[in-house]
């Protein structure tokens, strides 16, 4: 097996991280990038534009490499890890066609109880 490091993006509810562990799972360092607020156009609607998780990653990647160039040269696997339940809705090409509803939103919770 190659020895290297893995790079974990860390899809949360309210940031995205970039964390990096060894082969032997020892925490390497953490990069943090906070999402903006959530968009809420009615009571207990809770969405993002899906665009905003990519550049997040990017930005959060970004942000550790600048802090651990040395590191990141060392980086053999890349993996997700995300935030539960949020959905986001592709065209055949794979562009959104709206924005991403959390696993927060309770708009079907008041249909069903």
């Known amino acids: 097996m190659k020895t290297g490091y893995v790079l974990v993006l860390d899809c949360g509810t309210q940031s995205m991280r970039c964390i990096v562990y060894d082969a032997k799972g020892v ?48 980086v053999v696997a890349v993996t997700l890890a995300s935030k539960r339940s949020t959905s986001v809705f592709v065209d055949k090409d794979g562009k959104p ?17």
């Open 27 to 74: 925490l390497l360092g953490v990069a943090k990038v906070k999402y903006p607020a959530y968009e809420t156009t009615d009571e207990g609607f809770i969405e993002m534009h899906p665009d905003i998780f990519w550049d997040s990653a990017c930005s959060a990647v970004e942000k550790f490499w600048q802090q651990n160039p040395e590191i990141m040269d060392k």
């Open 97 to 113: 066609l709206r924005n991403a509803i959390s696993w927060m939103d309770t708009r079907k919770l008041k249909d069903n109880y």
